[in-house]
């Protein structure tokens, strides 16, 4: 069975630190890895990932993918409380759909 | 364009009753998603469609239904509602299919639906 699985689950940290969110996956074909930014409403599009080792980066947000080790993290820098979402992992197993993880809950205090 | 509108944006239902939730996009996608989103949890690929008359099971599908005889639109049908199928339901839409290539998936603004 596919499975994408994030942690830490929830993370509180202050205005100005550093985060790094982690995602591994088990899955039967693997495509490619998407991450995605949740406020109140519907996921917004972050980054997708298809190749080892090749960061992707916007502004203060990055991403990379260890497809020997079978996962990606999504690093922030200088949090700021706009930061402050769920970040969902999704993992395209080689179908025509995704699988998602179960989310980190992130929240950044002035 | 509208992008995925869907309808209706709160919806309190009695257990056993049934509904539609609606969605509709206009950016003449092939493929289109219903996503269900416990609290504090991911999401879950309830159905999907690939075309016109082409839909498919995803993880938990039990208790609803599909069809889609539109490019533009993806009603899921729930019958016999149940406390369990209390959840926020997302609808999502993609040109290639979500994860391929260098497209993605977009969201509709979503459902909250709460079965008592």
């Known amino acids: 069975e596919d499975k994408v699985v994030q942690s830490p689950l929830s993370l509180v940290v202050h205005e100005g630190d550093t985060v790094t969110l982690n995602c591994s996956y088990e899955v039967t074909n693997f495509r490619s890895l998407l991450w995605y930014k949740q406020e109140k409403k519907a996921p917004t599009f972050l980054f997708m990932l298809?190749?080892?080792?090749i960061e992707k980066k916007s502004g203060r947000l990055s991403s990379i993918l260890d497809k020997k080790e079978l996962f990606s993290i999504l690093n922030i820098t200088a949090t700021q409380t706009g930061d402050s979402a769920i970040y969902l992992c999704a993992v395209n197993p080689g179908a025509q759909k995704l699988v998602f993880g179960q989310g980190t809950r992130l929240t950044i205090n002035p | 364009n509208a992008g995925v509108t869907q309808t209706p944006k709160f919806r309190i239902l009695k257990i056993g009753q049934s509904m539609t939730l609606q969605c509709t996009q206009d950016?003449?996608?092939?493929?289109m998603y219903w996503y269900r989103q416990d609290p504090g949890m991911g999401l879950k690929l309830i159905y999907y469609?690939?075309?016109?008359?082409?839909?498919d099971k995803g993880e938990v599908p039990n208790g609803y239904n599909v069809s889609r005889s539109t490019t533009e639109d993806f009603p899921l049908r729930l019958e016999l509602a149940a406390p369990s199928q209390t959840s926020v339901y997302f609808c999502?839409?993609?040109?290639?299919?979500?994860?391929?290539?260098?497209?993605?998936?977009?969201f509709g603004p979503g459902t909250r639906l709460t079965v008592l």
């Open positions: 999502a839409s993609s040109y290639s299919p979500a994860g391929w290539g260098t497209d993605t998936q977009y």
């Open positions: 469609s690939v075309g016109a008359g082409i839909t």
């Open positions: 950016m003449n996608h092939n493929y």
């Open positions: 298809t190749s080892s080792g």
